[in-house]
């Protein structure tokens, strides 16, 4: 079997991400890992570091770094799980957790970053609408600081090691995705392979 791609989106809360993740897990036949998922559904099953978690997220705060690499190495501690190809929606948010996914994933590295880009207040605007129940404006405004100081130097990161594409995310769903595979295929040489 050909393994499938390994991938990061990085973007703000509010770029379309999760649903361009999920498209795309869909598409290649690989995970979608949601940090934030994992999160809340730790919480959800009154687990006490995940219901330590949910008052950070709640505020709009990062959870320690320690605790999600701690969730992520936990789930490709299976290296069948990283074989298989991946999308990571909501990691790495921070330097730190981008040199832990770097010696997590060790043999295998990532093959492409998608920065879905789309400004701050077009992201807010759609983060009030969605109502999700963490989503308040102190929250968002909290968010949308951390992403500039503790995210955006990601893709400074990942453009020096060359495996980062930058995409416009305003704009209709499904012609996004239709770019996102594209560019997945074209920096994957060995999905030429298996289709
Ligand atoms: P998300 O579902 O990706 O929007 O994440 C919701 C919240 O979960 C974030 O606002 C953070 O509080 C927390 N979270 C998710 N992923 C991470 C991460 N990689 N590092 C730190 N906190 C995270």
């Known amino acids: 079997m050909t393994a499938g791609p390994r ?13 361009q993740a999920e498209m795309l897990a869909e598409r290649f036949g690989i995970n979608h890992l949601s940090t934030g998922t994992m999160l809340r559904d730790s919480a959800h099953a ?9 008052a ?3 505020q709009g705060e990062l959870v320690a770094d320690e605790k999600v690499i701690a969730v992520v190495e936990e789930r490709f501690s299976n290296p069948a799980e990283i074989s298989r ?13 981008a040199t832990a ?6 043999s295998a590295p990532l093959d492409l970053v998608i920065d879905l880009e789309v ?10 609408e969605r109502g999700r129940a963490d989503d308040t404006e102190d929250a968002i405004r909290r968010r949308l600081d951390l992403y500039e100081s503790e995210t955006a130097p990601l ?6 090691l060359d495996i980062i594409e930058r995409v416009n ?20 040489e060995r999905l030429h392979a298996s289709v």
């Open 119 to 128: 400004p701050e207040d077009i992201v807010v605007t759609r983060l009030l």
């Open 46 to 54: 009154g687990i006490a570091a995940g219901l330590e978690a949910k």
């Open 85 to 97: 190809g991946f999308v990571l929606d909501g990691f790495p948010r921070t330097r730190v957790q």
């Open 155 to 160: 893709i400074e990161l990942y453009g020096t």
């Open 56 to 58: 950070l997220m709640d």
């Open 7 to 19: 991938l990061v989106l990085l973007g703000r809360q509010g770029s379309g991400k999760g649903t």
């Open 169 to 188: 995310g305003i704009g209709d769903p499904d012609a996004i995705h239709k770019q996102l595979i594209d560019l997945v295929e074209g920096r994957v």
């Open 101 to 106: 996914l770097q010696r997590i994933l060790e």
